[in-house]
């Protein structure tokens, strides 16, 4: 494996306390993660001590850890590097105390033999988050520490400021870090160097030149073991409070002053300071069918599991240009988009049969997979005698440049930067606060939720709410196949 430059980690070796160290999460994205970073040589140092609620040894939770990177790490996991890292490994049971996590966390710095940085990762469910942050206070273990929290950050706003006011009783809102993983993703990246790297788009990113926006997210995915969760949750909170008002910042914003975290947080939340309340009636809730019935699930449950709305940016460069978002469980495809929509040009020269405007406007789209696709549609001359018109499109995936294997998965790149203490890429408490403020209509006077079959792409409204426009989803072409192989 390739080994990596000097300077791209942290400076300090870490001791990583993970709470929920056996739950869903922690094997599927965190422990995978912090495999790779150690292996591939990111960070110095490190030592994770494993923290839950099942009483377990060392030795269970390191076969545990070793079960969990067999089945969800996306690299080869190699003998040597596994023993390397089993070798980092230790576990605290909760019911062992404040003492205990203590004695194992010195004992971790010791081992490493030098100054160390502490992370706490709390990958628990909202209602162990407080006591996490309380126990970590009676440790004694929030010097030289930073913590990532995980989402939801309240459930309104009342909640979120009450939840934050707890949080800064033991640490400081600089050593807090909440987590989207929407905003670790590459393309999410991508969306800054693509805006502000280049003059071509810049000039037309405004209301002059784009009609609406897209911000699409449908999963084929149920709920798997998460029905107690979601069935509190919902679409809104999960998803679009968090991160698609994410990416939406990210694609609204106006340029920062630097690259900095403060001044990317600061134009992302003016973005939300302008953003108008939700209004129920441009909201559209939807529930699966089948949804009721599953383990776990209220019969007469009114959680959504589909969520789409049109939300209003009230500043001077989006004023009058809708933003559709859209996200649920159980539809007909699984694809994470942002499609811009330009305005269209007149046609006056065009023969009435030409084809010019028959396929929708000039789009640009953004796919979120892991490793970016950009796409640019246009009308052009399709060859021939007369002038008819088709669309097209200039496209670009990353896996033609061959550099699809540098990209760190969202998790392993926020883990790296708040190991590195760059906050760049985390949420604040200000612009989580505000997220709630324009959700209350919609919190407080929720519209019913209508059913849609599953694999469908949600209830029929959705149709009328973006009228006279259409979704993007499903396209109507394919993204083109890749030409080169990742590597
Ligand atoms: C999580 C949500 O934060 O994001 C899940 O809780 C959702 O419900 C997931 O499925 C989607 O993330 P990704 O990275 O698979 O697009």
Redesign the pocket.
């Known amino acids: 494996m390739a080994k990596i430059p000097p300077g791209v980690g942290p400076r300090f070796p870490q001791v990583v306390v993970l709470f929920g160290a056996t739950g869903d999460l922690a094997r599927r994205k965190l422990l995978p993660g912090l495999y790779h970073l150690t292996s591939a040589g990111f960070i110095p140092g490190c030592r994770i001590i494993g923290v839950s609620l099942d009483d377990i040894d060392v030795e269970t939770f390191r076969r545990q850890a070793r079960g969990a990177l067999d089945e969800f790490s996306s690299r080869r996991v190699t003998e040597p590097d596994w023993q390397d890292f089993a070798a980092c490994l230790d576990y605290v049971p909760l019911s062992a105390g404040p003492e205990a996590l203590r004695a194992a966390v010195e004992a971790a710095e010791q081992s490493l033999g030098t100054e160390c940085r502490r992370l706490h990762y709390l990958s628990v469910p909202p209602s162990a988050a407080l006591p996490a942050v309380r126990l970590l206070g009676a440790a004694g273990l929030v010097e030289r520490a930073r913590i990532i929290m995980e ?1 939801p950050f309240g459930t309104d706003l009342q909640s979120a400021v009450t939840l934050n006011a707890r949080l800064h009783e033991v640490f400081a809102e600089e050593q807090i870090y909440r987590i989207d ?2 905003l670790g ?1 590459e393309p999410a990246q991508n969306i800054l160097a693509f805006r502000f790297a280049n003059g071509l788009f810049e000039p037309i990113w405004n209301r002059n030149f784009i009609d609406h926006v897209q911000i699409d ?1 449908p ?1 084929t ?1 149920g709920l798997g073991k ?1 029905a107690a ?2 069935e509190q ?1 919902g679409a809104y909170r ?2 679009v409070v ?2 698609l008002f994410q990416i939406l910042a990210f694609m609204a914003m106006e340029p920062p002053t630097s690259l900095e975290p403060v001044p990317i947080s600061e134009e992302k939340n003016k973005v939300f300071r302008s953003m108008l309340p939700i209004q129920p009636d441009e909201v559209v809730r939807g529930q699966y069918s089948g949804y009721r019935d599953e383990e776990g699930i209220d019969p007469d449950s009114d959680t959504e599991t589909f969520i789409a709305l049109k939300c209003h940016i009230d500043n001077w460069r989006w004023a009058g240009v809708p933003f559709y978002l859209r996200t649920g ?1 159980r539809l007909a495809e ?1 694809q ?1 988009i942002i499609s811009i929509a330009f305005r269209e040009p007149p046609k006056s020269m065009f023969p009435p049969n030409s084809g010019v405007g028959s396929q929708g406007p000039d789009h640009l789209t953004f796919d ?1 997979a892991d490793a970016s696709k950009m796409s640019l549609s246009f009308y052009g001359k399709r060859p021939g005698p007369g002038m008819r018109l088709d669309k097209l499109s200039l496209q670009f995936a990353m896996t033609d440049t061959g550099l699809a294997g540098e990209v760190l998965e ?1 998790y392993e790149r926020l883990i790296l930067d708040a190991m590195r203490g760059d906050r760049t890429l985390f949420t604040t408490a200000e612009g989580i606060e505000r997220l709630w403020e324009v959700s209350q209509p919609l919190l407080e006077a929720p519209p019913p939720v209508r059913l849609y079959q599953q694999g469908s792409w949600g209830p029929k409204a959705v149709h009328q709410l973006i009228a006279p426009h259409a979704w993007r989803l499903p396209f109507e072409r394919a993204w083109r196949k890749q030409t080169v192989q990742g590597g």
């Open positions: 989402k993983h929407f993703k997210v999963e995915l998460r969760f979601y949750t999960d998803m968090t991160h469980k699984g994470r979120l969202a």
